[in-house]
């Protein structure tokens, strides 16, 4: 590299103790500020998640720690680098996204070579190895269920891929659908016509779609049907030819609306399921049509399946530390659950053998 390389760092106390120390040299004293962020705050937030010392000196930084951890800090440096390079900005996020994606055990590409979705707004990039993995899906595969906790990315995505193909005339219609499921509401006595009131279980879908592409354009392209964003129950009956479809929130479905659903799909027709298992909000003892659907089709040929994990979390920080601790005290709950259950047995065993 011309203007970014790695030599021996100068080794500091810290650093003799530490199992690896590197220094990264940067040529552009006028992107180096931009790199470290306002007060160091960009190589703060790497020594935090990454577990590495990092130190600058002049337009040097020095990197020690752990072998592993400093691989990873070298290869997060370099991609932010890389991106300043090309005129572009680097903000807490995209620290953030350089973190978790030089966390790979097995890398897939370097951060400034990861795939995009490309849409007349941008390019959607992946931020996290996940998405990464869910991205090369919706390319590839012709349906795909998306599977993962809250802020990963899943329905974001997905309507990503879906505009884009539309813009591209790979589709000539998009259209994105729900369960009219409430999350622990009543809404059903709201004032309003039929529209007025599945309007609140669709909403996510409408931002996602104004992030893509201006909000005149998705009125317009609405009016003339090109996007349809409607209920689960208005599937029954049709064929969906050459159309991107996304079935969110499919942890509220029951297995036959999920059975229907699915066999809506036509000739040159994409479609995308997405659901979190961990927040089904069904009447207690109705089976999930998303939970059916996997284990009746997982493995068949044509159909893909991408589990995101708390670690492709990509909002605010605290939501994968909540999801976490949700985790922890589920399993902690089972746990308990199964000694309970273990100790009853034991004393029937006893009481059977007095």
Known sequence: MSDLAATPAERSPIERNAAKAVT?????????????????????????????????????????GEPARVEAAQTALTGLWRRLERGEAVSSSDVDTA??????????????DLPAIRTRRGAVTPR?????????????????????????????????????MLQAGKVDRIILSRPAVEA??????LPGDLKEKVDPYLRPLYDALNEMMPGEQVVRRMGTGEIEVAPLAFMRGRTLSHAFVILDEAQNTTPVQMKMFLTRMGEGTRMVITGDLTQIDLPTGTRSGL??????????AGIAVCRLTNRDVVRHPLVGRIVDAYDQRAAAERDTSAARRSRVAAVGEVAAGK
Do not use: W
């Open 24 to 64: 990264l040299s940067f040529s552009d004293n006028a992107l180096l500020p931009l790199l470290l962020g306002d007060h160091d705050r960009h190589l703060v937030r790497l020594e935090q998640g990454l577990g590495v010392r990092l130190s600058c000196r002049g337009n040097r930084v020095a990197i020690a």
């Open 99 to 112: 973190i978790r994606m030089s966390e790979l055990d097995d890398p897939r590409l370097p951060l400034s």
């Open 128 to 164: 996290s190895p996940g998405q990464a993995a869910y991205m090369d899906l919706l390319t590839r595969q012709e349906m795909v269920f998306g599977l993962g906790p809250a802020g990963t990315g899943k329905t974001f995505l997905a309507v990503a891929q879906a505009v884009a």
């Open 184 to 189: 622990g509401e009543r809404l059903g006595f």
């Open 291 to 300: 939970r059916d659907a996997l284990e009746t089709l997982e493995g068949v």
